[in-house]
């Protein structure tokens, strides 16, 4: 990494948009270029530009991010592994992409692992969302009452009429072990 890096970094990390939207611009022409010479239009450019800074974006607050290069390379694997996914979702046939010399080398930066583990929990938190949508009532408003909202088990008693807390509890647990139930008959890890 750069000191340049470290302080964009570092600035991202504090909440800075300025710096957020100067990475967006340095490095889109990089990423523009590869796309475009790989079967793809403008649009998918931005989108899949758009997405890898994201994934670039959440590693960096919430401090998970250990780049081992610059956020250049790390930025392109990330955006050649989605590029390299949507053309594969749209061919029935094995898909050889066009590396730019300059970026060959620099492909086994992490962001691969980065990339999966980002889609991975997008799929597991699909599968909850479907899984709650399937729990139904009261159970769904009861479990979000006290984990999303953090409702006291007290605020839960009054609001759904239970006769004490030890009852509400007794039921946000039968409606936990439905949730987790409906999650895991839907969800099923694939291998990587």
């Known amino acids: 990494m750069t000191p340049t890096d470290d302080a964009l970094i570092a600035a991202i990390r504090g909440g800075d948009e300025r710096a957020l939207a100067h990475l967006y611009r340095l490095h889109w022409p990089m990423v523009s270029h590869f796309v ?3 079967s793809g239009t403008e649009d998918d450019a931005q ?3 758009q ?3 994201m994934v670039f974006y959440e590693k960096v607050r919430d401090g998970s991010l250990e780049l ?3 956020i250049k390379t790390y930025l392109y694997a990330v955006c050649r592994r989605l590029w390299l996914k949507r053309l594969t979702s749209k061919s029935r046939f094995g898909v050889r ?3 730019d010399e300059e970026h060959g080398p620099y492909l086994n930066t992490g962001a691969e692992e980065d990339v999966l583990a980002a889609e991975e929990q997008d799929r597991r938190f699909a599968t909850m969302s479907e899984a709650l949508d399937h729990l139904g ?3 769904r408003s009861l479990l979000e009452g006290f984990y999303l909202l953090d409702k006291s088990m007290q605020d839960l008693t009054a ?7 030890d009852n509400a509890k007794n039921q946000k647990y039968k409606c936990l072990v439905r949730l987790k139930k409906l ?3 839907h969800y099923k890890e694939e291998p990587i």
């Open 51 to 53: 997405e890898g800074v």
């Open 36 to 38: 475009l010479q790989n």
């Open 183 to 185: 999650f895991f008959a």
């Open 97 to 99: 992409l066009l590396d």
């Open 137 to 139: 009532e009261p159970c």
């Open 159 to 165: 609001e759904f009429g239970y006769t004490n807390a």
């Open 47 to 49: 989108d899949v530009y």
């Open 68 to 70: 081992s290069c610059q």
